[in-house]
């Protein structure tokens, strides 16, 4: 078999399905999935280090308006990103089967298209690991802006998205360091 780049993105871009699959609302849908869109602009600008073009978050329970508690791996197949990816346990064992799956030449395209597209695989392992980026949380403030805490790499932002600007991300703050 050959290694296929676009067939290996999809396969590790999806979400597993869920048994528990919540049915989310939209809103929430549409800010991650506004996160996904903008995130590597944003992160390539806060600092030296520039992303890959997949970035893998650590799926950590997420907080919408203070009074629900969502695990965005129960999204399943509903929410489509392309460049951040929730830390899964079924990530490495795609990797995995793909690999069991092609000849040593094909094997080794495979580990060198994941090291050059995917924030920390490592190599040695032939794993991919979470990087230190996770949601904390996702408000809806009135009718018209999403306000959205994420950590980067030891420091706390808020974005605010803007859903009458086709969920554009229109700000981005600082807030604290770890």
């Known amino acids: 078999m050959l290694f296929d780049s676009l067939t290996a993105e999809e396969v590790l871009t999806a979400l597993p399905a869920s048994r528990n699959q919540m049915e989310a609302d939209v ?16 992160a390539d600008t806060l600092y030296r280090y520039k992303s890959l073009g997949h970035t893998i ?8 308006n203070d009074s629900i508690a969502i695990d965005p791996l129960t999204f399943g197949d509903r929410i489509k990103t392309k460049n951040i990816i929730f830390n899964n346990k ?15 030449t094909e094997r080794n395209k495979l580990f060198n298209w994941l090291k050059a597209n ?13 990087q230190p980026v996770r949601i904390k949380y996702i408000k809806f403030s009135g009718a018209n802006l999403v306000n959205v ?6 420091e706390h932002f808020l974005w ?17 360091k770890y």
């Open 160 to 176: 605010t998205i803007d859903k009458t600007q086709n969920w554009d991300v229109v700000k981005v703050e600082a807030l604290w």
């Open 90 to 104: 079924e990530i490495n064992d795609k990797v995995d089967s793909m690999a069991r799956r092609l000849k040593k």
């Open 118 to 130: 995917f924030d920390n695989f490592n190599f040695k392992e032939r794993k991919l690991y979470a």
């Open 57 to 64: 978050l650590q799926a950590v329970i997420i907080g919408v």
């Open 149 to 154: 805490g994420i950590d980067i790499y030891g």
């Open 27 to 42: 809103n929430i849908i549409r800010a991650v999935e506004a996160i996904d869109k903008k995130y590597r602009q944003i």
